[in-house]
C-alpha cells in the first residue's frame, strides 16, 4: 500500500515562510497527482493546490495565489509545498494528498499532516 | 465558487442505517466523493465517482447523486463508523476541486 511522508511540525513567526515535504513510498514522483489540503483547527477540509510531476504542471486554488509555491524534485522523489507571508489564520494541519496519475479528481493517498503553528 | 452543503451532524443507533447528504446544484452532473475521518487521523476515501467503493472498505459503504442531492450511505452502523464525513467534487470547468463543510456522524 502506498503511503505519503511527511515533513513533522512547525512553529513560525507571522510573516515567516513555512516548506512541507511529501514523499511517496516506494515509487517515483511521475506515478502520482499531489495536492495540498489543509485544516485549520475544529474546522473542515480546504483544497489548495495541486502539481501534476510527469506534465510539470502546478494549479492553485484563488485564495492562494500569489502566496503558494508547489514544487516537486525528481532527484529526491519529493513533492513541496511553501506558504509565504503566514498569519496566525494560516495556523492548520496541512495534509498532502495524492491519486496515481492521471487522476486528480479525488484522493486515495493521504499523508498523515504536518502542523503548522503561526504565532508571535 | 461551487459550494457543496452538508448537515452539520447527523446521529443513528448501531445497527442501523446512516444517510448523510452533498447537496449543490445540478451535483448529479458531477461525479461525487466521500472522506472518512476520525479524530487525530487524516481523511479516508470512502467512496468516489458517485459509487464506487476503494479496496478494502466495507459494502456497507454505499453512495447515490441524482439531481441536486448525493448521498452516502452506511448500513448495519457500527460505533467504529463514528467520525467527520465530507463529501468533494472536482470541477471539470475550473479545475477547482472542493470540500462540502462535513458531517459529523455520532452513534447513539
Known amino acids: 500500500q502506498v503511503q505519503m511522508e511527511q515533513s513533522g511540525a512547525e512553529l513560525k513567526k507571522p510573516g515567516a515562510s513555512v516548506r512541507i515535504s511529501c514523499k511517496p513510498s516506494?515509487?517515483?514522483?511521475?506515478?502520482?497527482?499531489f495536492s495540498w489540503v489543509r485544516q485549520a483547527p475544529g474546522q473542515g477540509l480546504e483544497w489548495m493546490g495541486r502539481?501534476?510531476?510527469?506534465?510539470?504542471?502546478?494549479f492553485y486554488a484563488p485564495k492562494f495565489q500569489g502566496r503558494l509555491s508547489i514544487t516537486a524534485d525528481k532527484a529526491t522523489t519529493t513533492a513541496y509545498m511553501e506558504l509565504t507571508g503566514l498569519k496566525p489564520d494560516d495556523t492548520a494541519i496541512y495534509y498532502c494528498?495524492?491519486?496515481?496519475?492521471?487522476?486528480?479528481?479525488?484522493?486515495?493517498?493521504w499523508g498523515p499532516g504536518a502542523l503548522v503553528t503561526v504565532s508571535s | 465558487s461551487f459550494v457543496l452543503a452538508q448537515p452539520p451532524s447527523v446521529s443513528v443507533a448501531p445497527g442501523k442505517t446512516a444517510k448523510m447528504t452533498c447537496g449543490g446544484s445540478?451535483?448529479?452532473?458531477?461525479?461525487i466523493n466521500w472522506y472518512q475521518q476520525k479524530p487525530g487521523q487524516a481523511p479516508v476515501l470512502v467512496i468516489h465517482?458517485?459509487?464506487d467503493r476503494p479496496s478494502g472498505i466495507p459494502e456497507r459503504f454505499s453512495g447515490s447523486n441524482s439531481g441536486n442531492t448525493a448521498t452516502l450511505t452506511i448500513s448495519r452502523v457500527e460505533a467504529g463508523d463514528e467520525g467527520d464525513y465530507y463529501c468533494?467534487?472536482?470541477?471539470?470547468?475550473?479545475?477547482?476541486?472542493?470540500f462540502g463543510g462535513g458531517t459529523k456522524l455520532t452513534v447513539l
Open positions: 502539481i501534476v510531476p510527469v506534465l510539470r504542471i502546478e
Open positions: 465517482s458517485d459509487t
Open positions: 445540478t451535483l448529479g452532473t458531477k461525479g
Open positions: 494528498a495524492a491519486n496515481t496519475f492521471p487522476t486528480k479528481s479525488f484522493f486515495n493517498y
Open positions: 468533494q467534487m472536482w470541477n471539470s470547468s475550473t479545475d477547482y476541486v472542493t
Open positions: 516506494g515509487g517515483t514522483l511521475s506515478r502520482y497527482t
